[in-house]
Protein backbone atom coordinates (compact mmCIF):
# COMPACT_ATOMS: atom_id res chain seq x y z
CA UNK A 1 0.00 0.00 0.00
CA UNK A 2 2.76 2.50 0.79
CA UNK A 3 4.54 1.81 -2.51
CA UNK A 4 1.61 2.37 -4.33
CA UNK A 5 0.78 5.64 -2.24
CA UNK A 6 4.59 6.50 -3.80
CA UNK A 7 3.82 5.84 -6.93
CA UNK A 8 0.54 8.28 -7.10
CA UNK A 9 2.84 11.01 -5.19
CA UNK A 10 5.52 10.65 -8.04
CA UNK A 11 2.67 11.03 -10.78
CA UNK A 12 0.53 13.87 -9.22
CA UNK A 13 4.47 15.59 -8.96
CA UNK A 14 5.16 15.22 -12.71
CA UNK A 15 1.58 16.40 -13.66
CA UNK A 16 2.93 19.55 -12.86
CA UNK A 17 6.43 19.60 -13.27
CA UNK A 18 7.33 17.68 -16.21
CA UNK A 19 4.06 16.79 -17.58
CA UNK A 20 5.04 14.88 -21.08
CA UNK A 21 7.90 16.96 -21.60
CA UNK A 22 11.14 15.62 -23.68
CA UNK A 23 14.35 16.17 -22.65
CA UNK A 24 17.64 15.93 -24.96
CA UNK A 25 20.66 17.71 -25.18
CA UNK A 26 22.74 19.50 -27.85
CA UNK A 27 26.28 18.82 -27.39
CA UNK A 28 28.73 21.87 -27.67
CA UNK A 29 32.58 21.39 -29.07
CA UNK A 30 35.41 23.00 -27.10
CA UNK A 31 33.01 24.75 -25.02
CA UNK A 32 34.29 25.72 -21.26
CA UNK A 33 31.51 26.76 -19.18
CA UNK A 34 33.66 28.11 -16.46
CA UNK A 35 35.32 30.81 -18.70
CA UNK A 36 32.00 31.86 -21.62
CA UNK A 37 28.34 30.46 -21.80
CA UNK A 38 26.65 30.48 -25.67
CA UNK A 39 24.49 33.09 -26.93
CA UNK A 40 21.57 31.73 -28.67
CA UNK A 41 18.40 32.64 -30.49
CA UNK A 42 16.21 31.09 -32.52
CA UNK A 43 13.35 31.07 -35.26
CA UNK A 44 11.13 28.73 -37.32
CA UNK A 45 12.77 25.52 -35.09
CA UNK A 46 16.39 26.54 -35.78
CA UNK A 47 18.41 27.27 -32.73
CA UNK A 48 21.54 29.41 -33.81
CA UNK A 49 24.31 29.13 -31.05
CA UNK A 50 27.57 31.17 -30.64
CA UNK A 51 30.34 30.49 -28.60
CA UNK A 52 34.31 31.28 -27.88
CA UNK A 53 36.36 28.23 -27.53
CA UNK A 54 39.14 28.60 -25.18
CA UNK A 55 43.11 26.92 -25.37
CA UNK A 56 44.75 25.16 -22.40
CA UNK A 57 46.23 28.46 -21.62
CA UNK A 58 42.53 30.35 -20.86
CA UNK A 59 43.17 32.02 -24.18
CA UNK A 60 40.28 32.15 -27.02
CA UNK A 61 40.37 33.62 -30.59
CA UNK A 62 37.89 31.78 -32.18
CA UNK A 63 34.14 31.89 -32.00
CA UNK A 64 32.30 28.42 -32.87
CA UNK A 65 28.83 29.26 -34.67
CA UNK A 66 25.91 26.25 -34.75
CA UNK A 67 22.36 25.86 -36.47
CA UNK A 68 20.39 22.94 -34.46
CA UNK A 69 17.37 21.67 -36.17
CA UNK A 70 14.70 21.04 -33.50
CA UNK A 71 12.35 19.20 -35.80
CA UNK A 72 14.78 17.16 -36.98
CA UNK A 73 16.73 16.90 -33.77
CA UNK A 74 20.11 17.29 -35.23
CA UNK A 75 22.99 19.92 -36.25
CA UNK A 76 22.51 21.56 -39.68
CA UNK A 77 25.63 23.74 -40.23
CA UNK A 78 28.78 24.36 -38.02
CA UNK A 79 31.09 27.50 -38.13
CA UNK A 80 34.72 28.63 -37.63
CA UNK A 81 35.64 32.22 -36.81
CA UNK A 82 38.67 33.91 -36.04
CA UNK A 83 37.40 36.48 -33.02
CA UNK A 84 39.91 39.17 -31.35
CA UNK A 85 41.83 37.44 -28.52
CA UNK A 86 41.04 37.38 -25.21
CA UNK A 87 42.33 36.14 -21.94
CA UNK A 88 40.12 34.38 -19.27
CA UNK A 89 36.70 34.92 -18.48
CA UNK A 90 34.69 36.32 -21.44
CA UNK A 91 31.14 37.85 -21.55
CA UNK A 92 29.03 38.07 -24.83
CA UNK A 93 26.58 40.92 -25.24
CA UNK A 94 24.02 38.40 -26.95
CA UNK A 95 23.35 36.81 -30.52
CA UNK A 96 20.15 38.15 -33.24
CA UNK A 97 19.01 37.20 -36.27
CA UNK A 98 17.85 39.75 -38.81
CA UNK A 99 14.49 40.38 -39.99
CA UNK A 100 14.70 39.05 -43.24
CA UNK A 101 16.79 35.75 -41.99
CA UNK A 102 20.01 36.31 -43.98
CA UNK A 103 22.65 37.14 -41.06
CA UNK A 104 23.24 36.94 -37.25
CA UNK A 105 24.85 39.18 -35.46
CA UNK A 106 27.23 38.43 -32.30
CA UNK A 107 28.25 41.16 -30.48
CA UNK A 108 31.07 41.99 -27.52
CA UNK A 109 30.28 45.50 -26.01
CA UNK A 110 33.48 45.57 -23.85
CA UNK A 111 37.17 45.55 -24.61
CA UNK A 112 38.09 44.33 -27.29
CA UNK A 113 35.04 45.07 -28.53
CA UNK A 114 33.84 43.45 -32.03
CA UNK A 115 30.38 43.46 -33.86
CA UNK A 116 30.40 40.67 -36.20
CA UNK A 117 28.00 39.86 -38.89
CA UNK A 118 27.59 36.32 -40.17
CA UNK A 119 25.93 34.45 -43.04
CA UNK A 120 23.29 32.15 -41.73
CA UNK A 121 23.18 30.47 -45.18
CA UNK A 122 26.61 28.52 -44.47
CA UNK A 123 27.62 30.53 -40.72
CA UNK A 124 30.68 32.40 -42.31
CA UNK A 125 31.56 35.72 -41.41
CA UNK A 126 30.52 38.81 -43.70
CA UNK A 127 32.17 41.47 -42.10
CA UNK A 128 32.96 42.82 -38.56
CA UNK A 129 34.56 46.02 -36.78
CA UNK A 130 36.08 46.26 -33.54
CA UNK A 131 35.09 49.74 -33.26
CA UNK A 132 32.49 50.42 -31.04
CA UNK A 133 30.11 53.70 -31.16
CA UNK A 134 30.52 54.63 -27.15
CA UNK A 135 32.47 57.06 -25.61
CA UNK A 136 34.25 57.05 -21.65
CA UNK A 137 30.63 58.27 -20.81
CA UNK A 138 28.69 55.08 -21.49
CA UNK A 139 28.16 52.38 -19.27
CA UNK A 140 25.75 49.89 -18.80
CA UNK A 141 25.90 49.29 -22.52
CA UNK A 142 23.56 46.76 -24.09
CA UNK A 143 22.40 45.31 -27.41
CA UNK A 144 19.01 44.54 -28.25
CA UNK A 145 19.16 43.03 -32.04
CA UNK A 146 18.13 44.35 -35.15
CA UNK A 147 15.25 47.42 -35.69
CA UNK A 148 12.94 47.53 -38.18
CA UNK A 149 15.24 48.24 -40.94
CA UNK A 150 17.73 45.36 -39.99
CA UNK A 151 20.20 48.02 -38.30
CA UNK A 152 21.84 47.22 -35.28
CA UNK A 153 20.80 48.54 -31.85
CA UNK A 154 23.10 49.27 -29.19
CA UNK A 155 22.24 51.34 -26.05
CA UNK A 156 23.65 52.61 -22.89
CA UNK A 157 23.64 54.91 -19.80
CA UNK A 158 25.40 57.97 -20.84
CA UNK A 159 26.09 61.05 -18.52
CA UNK A 160 24.89 64.02 -19.46
CA UNK A 161 26.85 66.51 -18.43
CA UNK A 162 24.21 69.73 -19.80
CA UNK A 163 21.70 68.00 -17.14
CA UNK A 164 23.93 69.00 -14.14
CA UNK A 165 25.78 64.50 -14.98
CA UNK A 166 22.65 62.94 -15.11
CA UNK A 167 21.82 59.58 -16.40
CA UNK A 168 20.23 59.50 -19.42
CA UNK A 169 18.85 56.66 -21.52
CA UNK A 170 21.19 56.87 -25.06
CA UNK A 171 20.30 54.77 -28.37
CA UNK A 172 22.15 53.82 -31.01
CA UNK A 173 21.26 52.70 -34.45
CA UNK A 174 23.95 51.42 -36.86
CA UNK A 175 24.38 50.05 -40.54
CA UNK A 176 25.19 46.37 -41.35
CA UNK A 177 26.70 47.71 -44.15
CA UNK A 178 29.30 49.53 -42.58
CA UNK A 179 28.74 50.06 -39.07
CA UNK A 180 28.04 53.43 -39.01
CA UNK A 181 26.15 55.54 -36.80
CA UNK A 182 22.40 55.81 -38.59
CA UNK A 183 20.54 57.63 -35.77
CA UNK A 184 21.96 58.56 -31.87
CA UNK A 185 19.27 59.40 -29.97
CA UNK A 186 19.61 60.40 -26.11
CA UNK A 187 15.94 59.95 -23.98
CA UNK A 188 16.55 63.42 -22.56
CA UNK A 189 13.05 64.73 -22.38
CA UNK A 190 12.95 62.19 -19.04
CA UNK A 191 12.28 64.42 -16.55
CA UNK A 192 14.37 63.38 -13.45
CA UNK A 193 17.97 61.63 -13.56
CA UNK A 194 17.21 57.61 -14.51
CA UNK A 195 18.41 55.45 -11.21
CA UNK A 196 16.86 52.56 -12.30
CA UNK A 197 17.50 48.37 -11.96
CA UNK A 198 16.96 48.32 -15.65
CA UNK A 199 15.82 49.72 -19.40
CA UNK A 200 13.92 47.33 -21.18
CA UNK A 201 14.30 48.52 -24.84
CA UNK A 202 12.40 47.50 -28.08
CA UNK A 203 14.59 48.81 -31.18
CA UNK A 204 11.62 47.64 -33.39
CA UNK A 205 9.21 50.25 -32.43
CA UNK A 206 11.72 52.67 -31.18
CA UNK A 207 10.18 52.59 -27.47
CA UNK A 208 11.76 51.47 -23.88
CA UNK A 209 10.24 50.31 -20.57
CA UNK A 210 11.43 52.31 -16.87
CA UNK A 211 10.41 51.32 -14.20
CA UNK A 212 9.08 54.63 -11.53
CA UNK A 213 10.56 52.92 -8.21
CA UNK A 214 6.86 52.40 -7.19
CA UNK A 215 5.99 48.97 -8.77
CA UNK A 216 4.94 50.41 -12.23
CA UNK A 217 6.53 50.38 -15.27
CA UNK A 218 6.17 53.34 -18.02
CA UNK A 219 6.71 53.37 -21.63
CA UNK A 220 8.76 56.24 -23.38
CA UNK A 221 10.00 56.72 -26.71
CA UNK A 222 13.56 57.10 -27.69
CA UNK A 223 13.09 60.68 -27.05
CA UNK A 224 12.25 60.74 -23.23
CA UNK A 225 8.70 61.19 -24.15
CA UNK A 226 5.77 58.95 -22.42
CA UNK A 227 3.54 57.10 -24.69
CA UNK A 228 0.90 56.88 -22.01
CA UNK A 229 1.13 53.04 -21.99
CA UNK A 230 1.67 52.07 -18.05
CA UNK A 231 1.86 48.57 -16.03
CA UNK A 232 0.14 49.58 -12.89
CA UNK A 233 1.09 46.94 -9.69
CA UNK A 234 0.61 47.43 -5.67
CA UNK A 235 4.25 45.53 -5.10
CA UNK A 236 6.58 46.50 -2.95
CA UNK A 237 9.32 44.92 -4.13
CA UNK A 238 12.73 45.31 -6.25
CA UNK A 239 12.58 45.80 -9.66
CA UNK A 240 14.12 42.42 -11.26
CA UNK A 241 13.56 43.43 -15.07
CA UNK A 242 11.40 43.40 -17.31
CA UNK A 243 10.77 41.91 -21.20
CA UNK A 244 8.56 44.28 -23.98
CA UNK A 245 6.13 42.60 -25.50
CA UNK A 246 5.52 44.22 -29.04
CA UNK A 247 3.97 47.60 -29.68
CA UNK A 248 2.04 48.56 -25.66
CA UNK A 249 2.80 45.49 -23.81
CA UNK A 250 4.73 44.63 -21.24
CA UNK A 251 5.92 41.56 -18.65
CA UNK A 252 8.20 42.92 -15.43
CA UNK A 253 9.73 40.80 -12.54
CA UNK A 254 9.89 42.08 -8.82
CA UNK A 255 11.99 39.94 -6.43
CA UNK A 256 12.41 40.03 -2.41
CA UNK A 257 14.52 37.49 -0.49
CA UNK A 258 12.53 33.87 -1.48
CA UNK A 259 9.52 35.51 -2.48
CA UNK A 260 8.56 37.58 -5.49
CA UNK A 261 6.20 38.67 -8.24
CA UNK A 262 5.38 39.03 -11.70
CA UNK A 263 3.18 41.67 -13.41
CA UNK A 264 2.11 41.71 -17.05
CA UNK A 265 0.53 45.13 -19.27
CA UNK A 266 -1.25 43.28 -22.25
CA UNK A 267 -4.38 44.94 -24.11
CA UNK A 268 -3.64 48.10 -21.81
CA UNK A 269 -4.68 45.93 -18.83
CA UNK A 270 -2.31 45.02 -15.73
CA UNK A 271 -2.50 41.62 -14.26
CA UNK A 272 -0.32 40.31 -11.11
CA UNK A 273 0.88 36.84 -10.15
CA UNK A 274 2.54 36.15 -6.34
CA UNK A 275 5.17 33.72 -6.63
CA UNK A 276 6.78 31.97 -3.45
CA UNK A 277 10.50 32.45 -5.34
CA UNK A 278 12.40 35.61 -6.10
CA UNK A 279 12.04 35.40 -10.45
CA UNK A 280 14.17 37.33 -13.58
CA UNK A 281 13.83 37.56 -16.90
CA UNK A 282 15.60 34.33 -18.50
CA UNK A 283 14.70 34.55 -21.97
CA UNK A 284 11.22 35.19 -24.35
CA UNK A 285 9.52 33.69 -27.39
CA UNK A 286 9.87 35.45 -30.37
CA UNK A 287 5.51 36.21 -30.78
CA UNK A 288 5.47 37.24 -26.90
CA UNK A 289 3.12 34.70 -25.81
CA UNK A 290 6.12 33.26 -23.26
CA UNK A 291 8.21 34.42 -21.02
CA UNK A 292 11.03 32.43 -18.82
CA UNK A 293 12.31 33.30 -15.80
CA UNK A 294 14.62 31.86 -12.93
CA UNK A 295 13.43 31.95 -9.67
CA UNK A 296 15.05 30.89 -6.83
CA UNK A 297 14.56 30.94 -2.97
CA UNK A 298 17.31 31.83 0.03
CA UNK A 299 17.65 32.11 3.75
CA UNK A 300 15.97 35.14 4.89
CA UNK A 301 19.15 36.36 6.79
CA UNK A 302 22.17 38.49 5.91
CA UNK A 303 24.77 37.49 3.25
CA UNK A 304 27.10 37.49 5.90
CA UNK A 305 25.38 34.83 7.88
CA UNK A 306 24.54 32.49 4.74
CA UNK A 307 21.33 35.14 3.30
CA UNK A 308 23.07 34.51 -0.10
CA UNK A 309 23.34 30.89 -0.52
CA UNK A 310 20.58 29.70 -2.83
CA UNK A 311 18.63 26.93 -2.00
CA UNK A 312 16.29 26.58 -4.88
CA UNK A 313 16.97 27.16 -8.42
CA UNK A 314 13.68 26.87 -10.70
CA UNK A 315 12.83 27.88 -14.74
CA UNK A 316 9.22 29.18 -15.04
CA UNK A 317 7.92 29.35 -18.37
CA UNK A 318 5.14 31.70 -17.97
CA UNK A 319 2.02 32.79 -20.42
CA UNK A 320 3.01 36.51 -20.56
CA UNK A 321 -1.04 37.16 -21.04
CA UNK A 322 -2.00 35.76 -17.03
CA UNK A 323 0.28 35.90 -15.91
CA UNK A 324 0.42 32.18 -15.63
CA UNK A 325 3.12 29.75 -15.19
CA UNK A 326 2.65 26.55 -17.26
CA UNK A 327 5.15 24.87 -16.52
CA UNK A 328 8.84 24.49 -14.41
CA UNK A 329 12.17 22.53 -14.23
CA UNK A 330 14.94 22.38 -12.01
CA UNK A 331 17.39 24.92 -13.32
CA UNK A 332 20.58 27.23 -12.73
CA UNK A 333 21.19 30.24 -13.97
CA UNK A 334 24.32 30.44 -15.72
CA UNK A 335 27.00 33.11 -16.69
CA UNK A 336 30.33 34.19 -17.57
CA UNK A 337 32.55 37.64 -17.27
CA UNK A 338 35.18 38.60 -15.50
CA UNK A 339 34.81 41.86 -12.40
CA UNK A 340 34.50 44.48 -15.45
CA UNK A 341 31.51 42.76 -17.41
CA UNK A 342 29.50 40.19 -16.67
CA UNK A 343 26.82 38.96 -18.51
CA UNK A 344 23.93 36.59 -17.93
CA UNK A 345 23.01 33.39 -20.30
CA UNK A 346 19.43 33.23 -21.28
CA UNK A 347 16.85 30.49 -22.12
CA UNK A 348 15.48 30.26 -25.94
CA UNK A 349 11.78 29.72 -26.43
CA UNK A 350 10.45 28.82 -29.27
CA UNK A 351 6.71 28.31 -29.85
CA UNK A 352 5.56 25.39 -32.05
CA UNK A 353 2.09 24.92 -33.23
CA UNK A 354 1.14 22.36 -30.22
CA UNK A 355 4.44 22.41 -28.13
CA UNK A 356 6.91 25.04 -26.93
CA UNK A 357 11.13 24.30 -26.51
CA UNK A 358 13.02 25.09 -24.21
CA UNK A 359 16.43 25.60 -24.45
CA UNK A 360 18.83 26.45 -22.00
CA UNK A 361 22.62 26.50 -21.07
CA UNK A 362 24.16 23.86 -18.85
CA UNK A 363 27.11 23.95 -16.46
CA UNK A 364 28.42 20.91 -18.87
CA UNK A 365 29.57 21.50 -22.48
CA UNK A 366 25.67 21.06 -24.20
CA UNK A 367 22.14 22.61 -24.11
CA UNK A 368 19.65 20.89 -22.60
CA UNK A 369 16.81 20.85 -24.99
CA UNK A 370 12.82 20.10 -22.83
CA UNK A 371 10.01 20.04 -25.37
CA UNK A 372 6.71 20.94 -23.69
CA UNK A 373 3.27 20.16 -25.29
CA UNK A 374 0.68 22.76 -24.72
CA UNK A 375 -2.94 21.97 -23.33
CA UNK A 376 -5.94 22.30 -25.42
CA UNK A 377 -6.34 26.27 -24.25
CA UNK A 378 -2.53 27.53 -24.55
CA UNK A 379 -2.53 30.30 -27.40
CA UNK A 380 -1.27 29.28 -30.82
CA UNK A 381 1.84 30.19 -32.54
CA UNK A 382 1.22 33.70 -34.05
CA UNK A 383 4.31 35.20 -35.79
CA UNK A 384 5.56 38.67 -34.47
CA UNK A 385 4.56 41.97 -36.49
CA UNK A 386 7.29 44.24 -37.39
CA UNK A 387 6.19 47.89 -37.26
Not at 70 to 78: F, N, P
Not at 89 to 114: C, F, I, K, Q, W
Not at 122 to 135: G, K, M, Q
Not at 200 to 228: C, H, K, M
Amino acid sequence: MKFKKTIIAAIMLCSVVCYGQTTYTIPLEKLNTSLAVPAMTARDGVVYVAYRSFDWLRQSDQLQVVAYDLHARKVVKRGTIPVPKVHGPRASSGLALSHDGTMLAYVELHNPGLELLISSKDLAEIRHSNVLPFTDQDYRRGFAGFDSADRLSLMSFSRDFPRHGEDVPRFIHTSTEDFKVISDTKASSIAKAVYSNYLAWDPIINRFWLPNSGGNVLQYNEEGQSTGEELTTDIHQLDAGAIPLGQAGVIAFYTMVSRGAVASYTNHKSHTLELSCSPRPYGASNDHAYAGAICITQPDRLPEAGGDRVLTSEFLLIRTDGPQVVWRQKMSAMGAGDKDYFGWASAVIEHGDKKVWVVAPTKSPELAVYEVPLPEDEPTKSEPTIH
